[in-house]
């Protein structure tokens, strides 16, 4: 490990908190422009990454880390490593939350990053340019899981239909990464939800009408209870804020 590696990495260490203290080795991309437009939506179910306050600190992660969506939320702390020539010197490692999936290229013979079982990081444009040159276009990187830290409660957007709650859970702060949901109506009991996609959570039972808790587990076991989050006035296409986060 280079000195200027060293430095940076005891110049992090102050303000952010490790998840797993270990530095791994991947490579890192980046898709999309300056503007960050076509890092919005994405495989993780969020929106308008910059009304949801992710705004262009974000990634896109190959199979080997997306774990089929359950990685959505998390967060890595990254650094371009031991490339001169593509590194910018002494810049700070980025942080940047788990957002979208880089689909494998099963048709490519070459430049296939994000292939199994590749560790890969497809950046936005604007955070890969903070740690290493436009020019280079693919860097070595080491990378780390820390702890996200979000401003304001955890989001709970309701979507579905009457017979069909599908809630989409994001701005989620500690390990980030929802592993599990169950939601009470005020008529109910707790209702163990099931993923759907990315971050996207569903039941089948009908709660309209009613106002809804939440208890949110995230992939280092802590559990948060969200009592009466959504009151029982909610709209199918509403967003409310939980009040706390992790």
Not at 119 to 130: A, E, G, N, R, Y
Not at 196 to 220: E, I, R
Request: hydrophobic share 40%; net charge positive.
């Amino acid at each position: 490990m280079a000195v200027h590696e060293v430095f940076l990495i005891l110049a992090m260490a102050v303000v952010v908190s490790a998840i797993d203290g270990t530095w791994y080795d991947a490579r890192a991309t980046f898709y999309g422009d300056m503007g960050g437009g076509e890092t919005m939506q994405g495989a993780c179910g969020y929106g308008d990454l910059i009304k949801q306050g992710y705004g262009l600190a974000t990634t896109a992660l190959s199979t080997a880390l997306f774990n089929e969506g359950l990685s959505c939320g998390a967060c890595f702390e990254i650094y371009c490593s031991n490339a001169p020539k593509s590194c910018i010197p002494k810049a700070a490692p980025i942080i940047v939350t788990a957002t979208n999936f880089c689909p494998p290229n099963y048709t490519k013979t070459k430049d296939i990053w994000c292939n199994p079982p590749q560790k890969h990081f497809d950046l936005s444009m604007p955070m890969f340019t903070k740690i290493a040159y436009y020019k280079a276009g693919v860097i070595p990187v080491r990378y780390r899981r820390v702890l996200c830290s979000k401003r304001g409660g955890v989001k709970f957007e309701i979507k579905g239909n009457p017979n069909w709650t599908l809630v989409l859970i994001y701005n989620v702060g500690g390990a980030g990464d929802v592993n599990a949901v169950s939601i009470k109506g005020s008529n109910t009991q707790w209702i163990a939800m099931t993923r759907n996609w990315g971050q996207n959570w569903q039941t089948g039972t009908v709660l309209t009408g009613q106002s809804l808790s939440f208890q949110v587990t995230v992939s280092d076991g802590t559990k948060i209870e969200f009592d009466n989050a959504v009151p029982a006035g909610w709209q199918f296409g509403q967003t409310y804020d939980g009040g706390k986060n992790f």
